[in-house]
């Protein structure tokens, strides 16, 4: 089989997901490391040359970390909860906005491709209310901690998307929010990517992370679960076999395939090319989760 | 190497054609050759979808005899010139677009793409004049031989061609012009793909025919000439290294070149998807006429 | 009463049907009657002049069979049904749409007027099925015979005609269908004609043929019914009275006044400009059939 | 010859003006005389029903001097001269604007059109500046007679023509101009019409009046001139062949011709529908001016 | 506080209105006293600036009066009803279009706005049928009082109003309507101003009076009565505490609200800039009345 | 003078803008000052509703410095000149695109505009080449100074800017360019903003500063010049008048008007809504330089 016959054999993906909206999460440790963003964004570029409309959504936990420490500021943890001061936000906001978001956007620019940086704020994308205190229990008294900067998304408004992306510009966008007070709020990234997907009528949304999708045993590669129903995916949050980073991820999977996202696709970004073989030929990667 | 990998390897040639207009011709023999035609309309419809222009000019020689044959009417050949009479024009028509070009815009069809039957007469896209008449002397006399219905093209309007281009549709243009009385006649395929690439601006015209391309010995297939500029390729003309049905496929792309076409190729339709290898892969086949 | 005053005459009537769609179907006769297409051909062009949009759907029966019969290809008729088998079909496409068809559009542009060809398979138009065996008894015996490569229309998809239509392009109808496989089907012209005239949300659809319309008494031209509704034109089929050719006119017209289009003509196509006469001057000529 | 092969015959012509914008002027006698303005307001319509686009402009003479009259206001004659006032330029344009082409608007709209006034206030259509003081003789004493509110046209802003005819609006243009102090100025219409026709890239302009066009003998009809280059037109002009009310007429046809109008025409609107037969039959009317 | 800061406190209210189409009625005093009209054109044209379409709708009954006398032609009151003949009616659509109305766009030009006159019989604007003849009874005995050319606003079609206003013009509506034969009728400005505002889907109506709203005692003006529900106002319709002129302009307030207009304003046009102060300044004059 | 008659007075200023559009750069320290900040957003906003589209070019100098330090990374400075070393292009980016322009935006909006954030990466608004090496002589040997990531302007494209300022977005530019390898390059904000205004078709470039212009004499504040041609502000360049910060703005200044800005102003940010002032007021403030 030679190389254009196996351009060929992408052709009835391509005919199936041209003009499509499709959302893609990648998050932080992808979005540092070289060869792993260089993959993805080779991958998006080539998603808008056939027609497919990417919109990027990025993490950055431990980027802001490394720069929290380089500055002095040490993490606020109460009763394991992870308090956002405004320091912290600061730092967030620099970080995933002004660094790994506008690094990004840069290796689009250089591979050939054009794209632009958004957050919460650009033309009031996503705006966010404070989360509620949480109730916790410090010995054996009950009280309340406030977690700071930190916001559950309230409204979407998709306007800016679709100016730029109509445009053949790929939006990458930074997981923070702005509230009525025009104060940031940090907000966690994979439900910036399911709502995203909701609210621009995406066809896909697909989490790339570190694994290969949903495991029925952390430990066994080899239990990977293709294919769920939102029905089941549930299941699996309710009984503890989703655990740790996979839980929002599944939760935003599941929200965005009940708000009309056709199908969700957990997939490891470690492995080169995973979007497009994930899109584009037989064989389906990762854990893949629809209405029914 | 997967087909991940392969599909990104052709970005580059992606992005650089892509929002391209391109003009394809193909003969008569690979136009009723179903395998041939099956390779090349997939072709066109991958180039559809990754953002290229594509229109295609067929012929039809050796299926204009067949029918020919079969309602009796004989060949008129004066002095080894043929002649078209008016019922050979009306096989001729019937022929090119209702059976080779309706065909061509089927299998399209049937392969998913979008396609549209033309020729000179819809919309006016080609007029033509009749061809004067060839001097020839038979046994000693000079005469004039009236070739018939044999036009050369004066005017193309590429209006209709843009119109159905922009919204996505194939267009497939059969060679038969249109005079100012609303007569058919009957034009050089090749001529009108250079032409065409003329007026619409084409970035490339690619002349599929039966063999790899220009020879410099035509029983020597190793004598294959890579590139030519359009100096060299009108030696080759003059000095009669270039034969029969290889010179109206190297004047029309000499004439396209010179009207501001970048590139012409002329390349084999019989390997297989050879249109994909030629624009997508590092592989060149064919000859490739450029300006210098 | 000058010519002047004529014309204004008309003005009422241009007003009405300003900005309107209007279905005509011509029968095989009518298309290759040089003088008969030639007053259809004007008055089409007058319409696209004053505002209007026609689309011709054109048949071709007689052609059809002069061609079949210079080939030597024998009609085929099991038990008086006629049976189109690959060659019937072949011969059918080239002479509808390479010949009958590209003749008209061809006297529309040597008229000044801008004409497009097309049929079921330029962008998909219309697509069919292949027709349910026929069951018929011979000596005694029921069987199925199978009609070949006739089609009844599934789908008509309107955005080519109104791509070209808006574009100042009178669309001219061969009734070749496409099915899912690409193959070619032969469909009755009126049911095309009615078909369309439902799918662009015509105003008029207006059927030319050889006679003057419906006749109580087909021997008696006195006989002629200026206005039907459609249920009383229901009951003339119901009843016999209208005949043979005249049937699928009839079925083809009540169906689409039934769908939306407001009136349906049946007029004689010999009558010179009978086309205009029906729609710009008092002089009602032919059959006309409204909803009640 | 019936009606329907008349407005076959005018095919022609309806295909050469097809997207035209013609200005026509009407004068005040045509404009206040039921009959004559209905003949022309159908003529109107029926042009823009076959994709032209009339301009009207017309004026209104007598009108002002009945009203004058009425209201006891005096008409200012120095030496041969008439001076408007601020009381007179306020009845003219009251009569103009208010009376004759609101009349002329409301005409077309109750026989089906489209129409709206407009005068040279409206979107700064017309700009002017107040004429020159005029030198006069009297009593063997040199002096400068102001003329008062008499405009000569600066400069014409065709927007808000181009904005409402493109709607499929008649627009219907009274003589008024204005100032740069906001001033209201009395134009000759007959200029309004040729510089309206210059600004808007008219095919033609029509200068409709009581005479059957420019005569060699004022006395005699039949000595009418049916074509003239713009030379002869001139060269009678200064010979004092064109006479009177003629001479602004002949002039405003000149400067249009030479600034790019095809051709300008001076016909009798009191023959009904000379408009139409001017435009849309062999039988020319008038007199017809055109650059050589 | 300096001139800056007052700009920017403008800010919320501009922000509010801006993209809002705001109908403003004056009245045939503001219309014609100098400085009053020069007050509200200069905020009419503030208000385009800022991103309003206002749409302005004039009176003009002393004008008319005026103009009647200077013609000697007498009011004809019927038991103390005005009737409008023919020729009153003559004069006031020249009153009304050709002085008050062109006036009124003239002064907008000279500002450096953009306007146009429009009346009903401008692109059909608004029609109208004659007014039922009336009821009264003389001397005992009921008669019925033909009041002549005076209409009941039938329909609005404001297409015009949107073509101008959507690019940049201010249109100046007088209120003469026209009727099915293309009569002339007139209606009172402030249901003209009313249904105009219901119709284009206006955000405001602003009648423009010379007293500063509705009062409770007329005597009285501290007695102003600054904001009402349309129940109320109802209520002070029906037990007669609103009177003469002030009873068409509550009415139609009431109506415009009743239709979507958000809110109905009644300001005294002889407070310079009221229009300004009303929309942009905290400073509330006049009466509002809005739904509850 | 009421608050309405000011905005009266501001129109012809507003008339003269309205559509302009205008870059305003300012500089870190009014960035990073809430007051003033503040002052700034309201002025943008108000431009935007009356009808201007303004471009915000942010400096941020003190903020990067501040970060720096908290970071523990020392500024490299050999012999006077600062060196960008890739740690600092690190934090320089994440302060101005991530910290700075983030606030300006999130400030916009929450005063209720649109605004997004851009820097030269998005969409390649704008891109350089690392700046050449510096010669110096370090004791007494002269050699060659690599600055780092300090780059100059090569090309602009405005689309980003013109797609979203279409649209009602007011941006707001970080001074990081990109290089041909995707590298960020740290530009000097005041160049950024006089090549932005010249893309753009600015109609005024305004810098913000903290001085209230050009001064004669820097101690003396009376000193302040109000008007210069390019070629006196040149001469003040070239004979030391202009110094240090001031530097940049008036060559950026200059080269701007060059380019076909009209006019470059030089303001004191300090100074509440000054932006407001130098454009809707007579009162003029801080220096304005003209091309003559």
Known sequence: ??????????????????????????????????????????????????????????????????????????????????VTDEKTMEVARMVLIGDVGAKIVSKISSHGGKAIGLSGKDGKLFTACKKESQKVTIEGVEKNIDLGYVGEIEKVDPEMIEIVSERGYIPVISPIAIDDQGNSLNVNADTVAGEVASNIEARKIIMMTNVDGILRDREEDKSLISKLSIEEAQKLLNDGTVKRGMIPKTKASIKAVRSGVKKAHIINAERPHSLILELFTDEGVGTMITES
């Not at 199936?16 to 260089?38: L, Q, R, Y």
């Open 1 to 82: 089989m030679n190389s254009a016959e196996l351009l060929i054999e992408a052709l009835p993906y391509i005919r199936k997901f041209h003009g499509s909206k499709i959302v893609i999460k990648c998050g932080g440790h992808a979005a540092i490391n070289d060869e792993t963003i260089d993959s993805i964004v080779k991958d998006l570029i080539l998603l808008r040359y056939v027609g497919i409309q990417p919109v990027l959504v990025h993490g950055g936990g431990p980027e802001i970390s490394r720069v929290m420490e380089k500055m002095g500021i040490k993490p606020k943890i109460v009763n394991g909860l992870r």
